[in-house]
T-cell receptor, first 113, second 114 residues
Framework: DQQVKQNSPSLSVQEGRISILNCDYTNSMFDYFLWYKKYPAEGPTFLISISSIKDKNEDGRFTVFLNKSAKHLSLHIVPSQPGDSAVYFCAATLGGSQGNLIFGKGTKLSVKP | DTEVTQTPKHLVMGMTNKKSLKCEQHMGHRAMYWYKQKAKKPPELMFVYSYEKLSINESVPSRFSPECPNSSLLNLHLHALQPEDSALYLC?????????????FGSGTRLTVV
C-alpha cells in the first residue's frame, strides 16, 4: 500500500510559468514532508521540506503548501526554468526513531523554453 | 565538504562474485542509509545506521550485508546476487532522524548483475 502518492507521472510547463507538483499521503503520523529533485544518473537532491505543524514553507522560487486535513501537499515553482526539468519526488518521514524517508513514485517535470 | 561520495559509479558483477559498494561523508552526519532504486520506481529503503549501529533492516535478503566501520563510512557487501538485484544503489546521510534538514544523497552506484 502506497503511503505517499504522486498521481501525475509527468507535467509539461512553459518557461516562466508556474509549475505545480502534487502529492497525497495516507499516514497522518508523518511529521515532515520533503521534496527532492533528481536528474538522470544522479542521486536525489534535497529541495525543500515542511513540518507537519506548518502549512507553508518558501525558499526562493520554491514553495511547499501542506493541507493536513486533505493529506495533500504541493510544490510550486515560480517562475519555472528549463533547468528545473527533472523528476521530482515527494517524500515523508515519521521522524523520531524511524528515520525512514518514504518516497512517492515521482513526477517528471519538463519546462519548455 | 557537503557531499556523499559513492564508489564505484558503475559495477557489473556475476552471480558468484563478491563485491562491495562504498559510501563516504564528512559532514558529521550520524545517520546513514542505503536505498535501492529500480528504473521508474522511487527509492526504497534497505538499511539505516544510526551512530554506526544498524537500526533498521527492511527485510533485505542476506546476500546484501551492510557495514559501518566508522561514522564517515558505510559499505554494502554483495554476494551471490541475482539479476533482479540490478538497480541504482543510493547512499544517503542526514543530520537528524526527522529529516527536517533533508537527506543528502550520493550519486549512486549503477549495479548490473549478469
Amino acid at each position: 500500500d502506497q503511503q505517499v502518492k504522486q498521481n501525475s507521472p509527468s507535467l509539461s510547463v512553459q518557461e516562466g510559468r508556474i509549475s505545480i507538483l502534487n502529492c497525497d499521503y495516507t499516514n497522518s503520523m508523518f511529521d515532515y514532508f520533503l521534496w527532492y529533485k533528481k536528474y538522470p544518473a544522479e542521486g536525489p537532491t534535497f529541495l525543500i521540506s515542511i513540518s507537519s505543524i506548518k502549512d507553508k514553507n518558501e525558499d526562493g522560487r520554491f514553495t511547499v503548501f501542506l493541507n493536513k486535513s486533505a493529506k495533500h501537499l504541493s510544490l510550486h515553482i515560480v517562475p519555472s526554468q528549463p533547468g528545473d526539468s527533472a523528476v521530482y519526488f515527494c517524500a515523508a518521514t515519521l521522524g523520531g526513531s524511524q528515520g525512514n524517508l518514504i518516497f512517492g513514485k515521482g513526477t517528471k517535470l519538463s519546462v519548455k523554453p | 565538504d557537503t557531499e556523499v561520495t559513492q564508489t564505484p559509479k558503475h559495477l557489473v558483477m556475476g552471480m558468484t562474485n563478491k563485491k562491495s559498494l562504498k559510501c563516504e561523508q564528512h559532514m558529521g552526519h550520524r545517520a546513514m542509509y542505503w536505498y535501492k532504486q529500480k528504473a521508474k520506481k522511487p527509492p526504497e529503503l534497505m538499511f539505516v545506521y544510526s551512530y554506526e549501529k544498524l537500526s533498521i533492516n527492511e527485510s533485505v535478503p542476506s546476500r546484501f550485508s551492510p557495514e559501518c566501520p566508522n561514522s564517515s563510512l558505510l559499505n554494502l557487501h554483495l554476494h551471490a546476487l541475482q539479476p533482479e538485484d540490478s538497480a541504482l544503489y543510493l547512499c544517503a546521510s542526514s543530520q537528524s532522524w526527522s529529516g527536517v534538514y533533508g537527506y543528502t544523497f550520493g550519486s549512486g552506484t549503477r549495479l548490473t548483475v549478469v
